[in-house]
């Protein structure tokens, strides 16, 4: 009986570490954990979006994501990739660089430059019009008219 058992257990173990791996985001993902991430790896080719909270439990934050997965479509166009950073304690990179206050989100456009902060959610809608409006992305544009 305890060889079956130690057979059955040794099977699932690996079936549950690859789950646990499953709920990690691929590098294509739109949102993902900012980490050890360092803006400067988005210079020039994406725009990233911050999402800080002081807990992923935050309603504001939980809101903010789900808003933004609704609209990936919009937000892929515009080349943007979100972060997020929901532990104050952690320190890192991201946090330290734009020292956000409880729930805030920030947009930075290709350049590096900070185009936006807001301490409430904002709708893709919203966000994507300021995108727009930005003379990087305007430039985009005026590019893909051209080449078509």
């Given at each position: 009986?305890?060889?079956?058992l130690?057979?059955?257990?040794?099977?699932?173990?690996?079936?549950?570490?690859m789950?646990?791996?499953?709920?990690?985001?691929?590098?294509?993902?739109?949102?993902?954990?900012?980490?050890?991430?360092?803006?400067?790896?988005?210079?020039w080719?994406?725009?990233p979006?911050?999402?800080?909270?002081?807990?992923?439990?935050?309603?504001?934050?939980?809101?903010?994501?789900?808003?933004?997965?609704?609209?990936?479509?919009?937000?892929?166009?515009?080349?943007?990739?979100v972060?997020?950073?929901t532990?104050?304690?952690?320190?890192?990179?991201?946090?330290?660089?734009?020292?956000?206050?409880g729930?805030?989100?920030?947009?930075?456009?290709?350049?590096?430059v900070?185009?936006?902060?807001?301490?409430?959610?904002?709708?893709?809608?919203?966000?994507?019009?300021?995108?727009?409006?930005?003379?990087?992305?305007?430039?985009?544009?005026?590019?893909?008219?051209?080449?078509?």
């Amino acid at each position: 009986m305890t060889r079956t058992l130690a057979i059955v257990f040794s099977a699932l173990i690996p079936l549950a570490a690859m789950a646990a791996d499953a709920t990690l985001p691929a590098e294509d993902e739109l949102v993902r954990a900012a980490g050890d991430t360092d803006l400067s790896e988005f210079l020039w080719v994406n725009r990233p979006i911050v999402v800080f909270a002081d807990s992923p439990a935050d309603p504001r934050f939980q809101q903010q994501i789900e808003m933004l997965r609704e609209g990936e479509a919009m937000l892929r166009d515009r080349d943007v990739v979100v972060l997020t950073d929901t532990d104050p304690k952690a320190r890192s990179a991201v946090r330290s660089k734009l020292r956000p206050r409880g729930f805030q989100l920030v947009l930075v456009d290709k350049d590096g430059v900070v185009k936006l902060r807001k301490p409430a959610p904002w709708s893709v809608r919203e966000i994507t019009r300021s995108i727009d409006k930005t003379p990087m992305r305007e430039r985009e544009i005026r590019e893909r008219r051209e080449s078509n």
